[in-house]
């Protein structure tokens, strides 16, 4: 019997702001590692302002699992930095006014 592996790496680069990169690799690396189950390897790196997810996998589901898990990981904490940025402006802008008004 052979051993068959599927492999897949996923780039996600020029990420804005700039330190999203930062955010996302502090927020998803203590728990990408976890992603693999036994006979499967993840790697997760950061590159100025892209990220790297490599994975090894025996089976194709399995790889299929991993990569959407991932995506969705980078996807919603990439939607909370917007959402924090947001509200900060908006904040901001509140003072702002609160401070004209004065």
């Not at 996600?12 to 693999?36: C, E, F, M, R, T």
């Not at 390897?41 to 399995?62: P, Y």
């Not at 699992?65 to 930095?81: G, M, T, W």
């Not at 940025?85 to 702002?96: E, G, L």
């Amino acid at each position: 019997m052979t051993s068959k592996s599927c492999r897949a790496e996923i780039r996600i680069g020029k990420l804005a702001p700039a330190a999203a990169a930062d955010i996302i690799y502090s927020a998803l690396a203590p728990d990408v590692h976890k992603l693999a189950e036994k006979g499967e390897r993840t790697a997760f790196s950061r590159t100025g302002s892209s990220l790297v997810f490599k994975i090894e996998t025996g089976d194709i589901a399995s790889l299929r699992a991993n990569v959407n898990s991932f995506l969705r990981l980078v996807d919603a904490s990439y939607r909370c930095i917007g959402s924090a940025a947001s509200a900060a402006k908006t904040t901001a802008k509140a003072k702002d006014r609160a401070a004209e008004r004065k």
